[in-house]
């Protein structure tokens, strides 16, 4: 009888059981990014599909937290209306969801006043976090709303998280309203020390730096057994160094959500801590969410009705202009080349014999085909970017670009995408020691750059002065900054149009202006 009613009530309790109780935590990890919808012609990433992520997560029982590492509030064409409130609006929809911890990276402090971070941090109904720098807004509300030494409960457990912004010195950003510290080391060991006083059963660290920076810092696990991972942002590709009884796990992410790390953090008494994190692919593969998408049409019909010219057509793309994120900072692109011509012809008195820009700056992470809308250039260009024209000679231009090519990993901000000379690079060289070739076309075919003749040189007023690592000589004139790099180019695409002429060429591999040397290819151009 008593086994019956036992039978009875089990049977019963799991008809009607609530969802089970969490197991574990899962961790969903973004960075970096600037869109309310997905990109890629909604093919890849976006919040929406993060959301259907953390809800089948939490179908299967789990703890869901999501984790941003920096880089959201700019820069967008939506940024120029609304300064990241429409970013806002859909990290509070999925802090509802599941809770979302962020750090700040550089772009949040895009703007030079306060204004708009004040408003940004009032709108937040999810948590800023931050241990290196501090919010000096003037406004105390906000002042305060930044998080140290962060935690909170998960599974029945208490995590600890430090967060670290880069430094202006590591390329951040510098403000009246915003106060550094400068040691991130010993600004993580302080935190971590402060965490464990409070008696967390895990640490973790959430940062907007650069690869090797997170990489050194999760060498403190083998002093602090409790850090269980660290995860970043500022690159935009995927990253990830594996853990060990020394090293933490370190993950980021693709921008704009096409890749997201799910990190499972389970508990049981043998082993307090099993730390598991697994790369997911936001493709199409992955649902909408509807709810979501609500949100998302709601921003969509805001901007149209503020650009009601947005999905004009301005021009035609003769071939896929290829403007993905994986590109741009990657590789030559075809939009990317499209782009530094027309800089070349940018001031009147004769075309640029060089032209180059960060692909940084080019942030639509898209395709265009076919049909170029307005909307495209607004995307292309979140800010705006003003040229400067000036001479420099072979030698130092050689020097100025080998700054594009530095450093390791995927996607670097600062590659560069370049007019009127073609370029091949080593990287298995030194930094600073990497380009292989540098040649300039002549009547036919190409010479090696002469390093004691000038050359005239077009590029954007931020890489003039200093801007991503690029260090161009002041000693000659230059032009102040002048034309506006986006009407530059809507007007090279509308000069086509009037003509009747389509823009654009695919990357040619017989002739490239970008070349690497690898296993397979130990020479420099083939003509
Ligand atoms: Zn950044």
């Not at 970013?87 to 895009?110: K, R, T, W």
């Not at 940004?120 to 919010?135: H, K, M």
């Not at 002042?143 to 951040?172: M, Q, S």
């Not at 690079?425 to 390093?451: K, Y």
Request: a negative charge; hydrophobic letters at 40%; charged letters at 25%.
């Amino acid at each position: 009888m008593k086994r019956i009613l036992l039978l009875f009530v089990a049977t019963f309790l799991s008809a009607c059981a609530p969802p089970p109780d969490p197991a574990g935590i899962t961790f969903v990890h973004l960075n970096d990014t600037y869109r309310v919808g997905a990109v890629e012609d909604g093919n890849a990433g976006g919040f929406s599909r993060v959301v259907t992520l953390v809800r089948e997560l939490q179908d299967e029982g789990r703890d869901v937290r999501i984790l941003h590492g920096g880089d959201f509030l700019y820069p967008s064409l939506e940024s120029q209306l609304w300064n990241g409130l429409q970013i806002v609006d859909a990290f509070n929809f999925m802090d509802a969801v599941a809770p979302l911890y962020a750090v700040s990276g550089n772009h949040e402090f895009d703007r030079r006043g306060p204004e708009q971070l004040i408003a940004a941090v009032r709108a937040s109904e999810f948590d800023w976090l931050g241990d290196n720098y501090t919010f000096r807004t003037g406004a105390a509300d906000v002042d305060e709303a930044l998080n140290r030494a962060f935690t909170f409960e998960a599974a029945g457990r208490k995590v600890g998280v430090f967060a670290l912004l880069l430094h202006p010195d590591d390329g951040g950003n510098e403000r009246d309203y915003l106060a550094y510290d400068d040691d991130y080391l010993v600004v993580a060991e302080d935190t971590i020390k402060a965490l464990e006083a409070k008696g967390v059963d895990l640490v973790i660290g959430v940062t907007h730096l650069h690869m090797w920076q997170d990489v050194e810092l999760a060498k403190l696990k083998a002093k602090y057994p409790k850090l269980a991972f660290i995860v970043g942002g500022h690159e935009h590709e995927p990253e990830h160094s594996p853990g060990s009884d020394t090293a933490a796990v370190v993950v980021k992410g693709a921008s704009n959500a096409r890749i997201v790390w799910a990190i499972d953090v389970d508990f049981d008494e043998a082993e307090p801590v099993r730390i598991s994190e697994r790369k997911v692919v936001l493709d199409r593969s992955v649902a909408f969410d509807p709810e979501y998408e609500v949100l998302a049409d709601k921003w969509r019909a805001r901007l149209l009705e503020k650009f009601p010219f947005l999905e004009a057509r301005v021009g035609t793309a003769a071939v896929p202009m290829d403007s993905r994120e994986v590109t741009v900072r990657n590789k030559e692109s075809n939009w990317g080349n499209f782009i530094a011509d027309q800089m070349r012809g940018a001031f009147r008195d004769g075309t640029a014999d060089l032209a180059f820009i960060n692909g940084g700056t080019l942030r639509i992470d898209d395709f265009i085909e076919g049909d170029i809308l307005f909307e495209d250039i607004g995307r292309t260009f979140g800010f705006s970017s003003y040229l400067r024209k000036t001479t420099l000679t072979g030698g130092e231009f050689r020097t100025v670009l080998e700054a594009g090519y530095r450093g390791a990993g995927p996607s670097k901000g600062y590659f560069p995408q370049v007019s009127g000379f073609r370029v091949c690079v080593d990287r298995n060289r030194d930094s600073g020691d990497r380009i292989v070739s540098l040649q300039v076309p002549l009547e036919e075919g190409w010479q090696e750059i002469v390093a004691d003749k000038e050359y005239s040189l077009v590029v954007p007023d931020y890489l003039y002065r200093g801007g991503d690592g690029y260090d161009v000589p002041k000693e000659r004139p230059a032009t102040p900054p002048g034309s506006e790099l986006k009407y530059l180019v809507l007007d090279g695409i509308l000069a086509a149009q009037a003509k009747g002429e389509q823009i654009g060429a695919p990357v040619d591999p017989t002739n490239p202006r970008f070349e690497q040397l690898s296993e397979d290819n130990e020479r420099c151009f083939d003509n």
